[in-house]
């Protein structure tokens, strides 16, 4: 998974454990999924519980759910692409549509300018046109995300693409509406919020995941489980 960068360097580490197999059900078929388990080793040792306000912040999920799920992301990290086209699948069928999890996304901007714009586009969206167009952008970008070797530290969700990419998914006014906000920084304190919660949290890197403001440092989906259930027998909930 991405690592945050070093002097001199500009690669994006990671780390991959393809040692765990989970089985699960994919629309309208039964399929056998192998699943590479990203490894989060994203969180400085040291990080401890912390109290966050999820207040004004983009979710899946029930409101009443028991569980509080954060990913902090960055839209040009790769294995944040592969995180959500793998593991976060299997948390968004077994977790989230089953009301077990309240699912938060959260920026930790890091690799390039492409990062912090498209983070920032993002969070304008958010406040703008709110949660189900976020989610349907956050998707998008993802989905977008160049594949090719070093295509993270290129200069390519610029402004305008950010715009003809939210143009996919809403209307012309509703777009302008965006860019409008975004040209007035109304991102502003949403953006900062985030990455101040990431240094607070101690997040090194992405995909990071924090249940109930603990850290996730596990590597499957039984870690994964087992994290969540301890989480809701805490609040008497299972």
């Known amino acids: ?22 089985l699960f059900w994919t629309i309208g078929i039964v399929s056998v999924v192998v699943l590479a388990f990203i ?5 400085n040792k040291g990080s401890e519980q912390a109290d966050i306000s999820y207040e004004n912040q983009p979710f899946l999920g029930e409101e009443d759910a028991p569980v509080e799920v954060i990913e902090f992301g960055d839209y040009k990290c790769p294995h944040c692409k592969e995180f959500n086209n793998t593991f976060f699948q299997l948390i968004d069928q077994e977790y989230i549509q089953t009301g077990k999890v309240k699912f938060y996304f959260m920026n930790y901007a890091f690799i390039n300018v492409d990062s912090t714009r498209s983070a920032q586009f993002a969070e304008t969206v958010y406040k703008e046109l709110g949660n189900d167009t976020f989610w349907k952008f956050h998707k998008l970008l993802y989905e977008k995300q160049p594949d090719s070797a070093g295509a993270e530290t290129q200069d390519i969700f610029t402004d305008q693409f950010l715009q003809d990419t939210l143009g996919e998914i ?8 965006v860019v409008k906000a975004y040209e007035n920084e109304e991102f502003k304190e949403a953006f ?13 890197g992405t995909p990071a995941l924090f249940v109930d403001g603990k850290p996730f440092e596990g590597s499957t989906a039984e870690d994964f489980d087992k994290m969540v259930k301890e989480a809701a027998e805490k609040k008497g909930q299972e």
């Open 1 to 22: 998974m991405a690592k945050s960068k070093k002097k001199g360097k500009t690669g994006v580490q990671k780390k991959q454990s393809t040692n765990s197999k989970w």
């Open 39 to 43: 490894i989060f080793g994203n969180i």
């Open 170 to 177: 809403a209307n012309e006014e509703d777009v302008q509406k």
């Open 192 to 204: 900062r919020q985030d990455m101040s919660y990431a240094k607070k949290l101690n997040v090194s």
